[in-house]
């Protein structure tokens, strides 16, 4: 029995949910995968997959050797890769962690583009505002909105830079007024972030000073999308980046509030990075995806 072979599809069986499945994504023949299975649960002494007629689903063993043969079809992907993503082609797996709307609406788009030009790359994007731990995580880099903590364990490019505008609802400035100074903001109902604690203060710059005004409002999210539709609908003033809400200020839905102060919540820097373990730093994959990206924000 090809160990490798065997374990490749298992996880395969069990992503699919059936032999059947897993058979059509490998492209091999049904009864080759459960027999395959079957060798590994001979090997084993467990039986790792329930049979029935509708689908297959891992007993609790299974469940757990599913996790550890995931990591090991990774770190063998992972060394394959260290010998192999140094030439000219970007090929192999390159898995991208970013957050939820940056990929929704930057990258998810123009992601076939990116793949019609790099036909031996596979893509894997994994969309989560958690900040990825590269070396317990599987992600070969991660893009990262705003300040990042230097680091010789990792290297940070910065692919450009974003804006932050605060925007309202023509319907809601109508019925609330339209604020012209910062200390306004105090009397209206902003549309705040919500990372373990609410953003209290959202800081601007102010004839060359730092001014920090107490915010409120009873609108608290954690996504700024959530937080972009609610000000669509008139609920309150929100403090998001330009590419997320650049569409809707075009066509009207959203104004821009105190477009003439630079504003920063908690002073925190817009930048647009890229991160990934120095092992990478010649990385085919990661340095097409790289120029992918920068292209992306030079044609914004």
Avoid at 1 to 9: E, H, S, T, V, Y
Avoid at 12 to 35: D, F, H, I, P, Q
Wanted: proline letters at 4%; hydrophobic letters at 45%.
């Amino acid at each position: 029995m090809d160990k490798f072979l065997a374990l490749n599809m298992f996880v395969e069986t069990v992503r699919c949910g059936g032999y059947s499945a897993a058979a059509r994504k490998l492209g091999l023949a049904t009864s080759s995968v459960a027999r395959q299975v079957a060798a590994l649960e001979a090997e084993l002494g467990v039986t790792l997959i329930t049979r029935s007629t509708r689908q297959n689903h891992p007993t609790d063993q299974g469940r757990a050797y599913f996790d550890n043969a995931v990591a090991i079809l990774d770190a063998l992907a992972s060394a394959d890769s260290l010998v192999t993503d140094r030439g000219s082609e970007a090929k192999g797996k390159l898995r991208v962690s970013v957050p939820v709307e940056f990929g929704r609406r930057v990258i998810a788009p123009h992601l076939g583009d990116f793949l019609a030009r790099h036909p031996a790359l596979e893509v894997s994007l994994n969309l989560s505002d958690e900040r990825v731990d590269l070396f317990r995580e599987p992600a070969d880099l991660a893009i990262r909105l705003g300040s990042t903590v230097s680091s010789d364990d990792v290297i940070c490019a910065s692919l450009g830079h974003f804006q932050r505008w605060l925007v309202a609802s023509p319907a809601y400035l109508h019925r609330q007024g339209t604020p012209h100074q910062p200390d306004e903001l105090a009397h209206h109902a902003c549309l705040r972030f919500d990372y373990g604690g609410p953003m209290k203060h959202w800081q601007f710059s102010v004839d060359g000073q730092c001014v920090a005004v107490a915010v409120q409002g009873r609108m608290l999210s954690n996504n700024a999308d959530v937080l972009r539709q609610a000000a669509v609908a008139g609920q309150g003033v929100a403090l998001l980046a330009d590419w997320l809400v650049a569409d809707d200020v075009q066509h009207g839905r959203l104004l821009r509030v105190l477009p003439e102060h630079a504003v920063a919540p908690a002073a925190v820097d817009a930048s647009i990075n890229l991160v990934y373990l120095p092992i990478n730093r010649e990385s085919s994959r990661i340095k097409a995806f790289s120029q992918f990206i920068k292209g992306l924000l030079s044609a914004a």
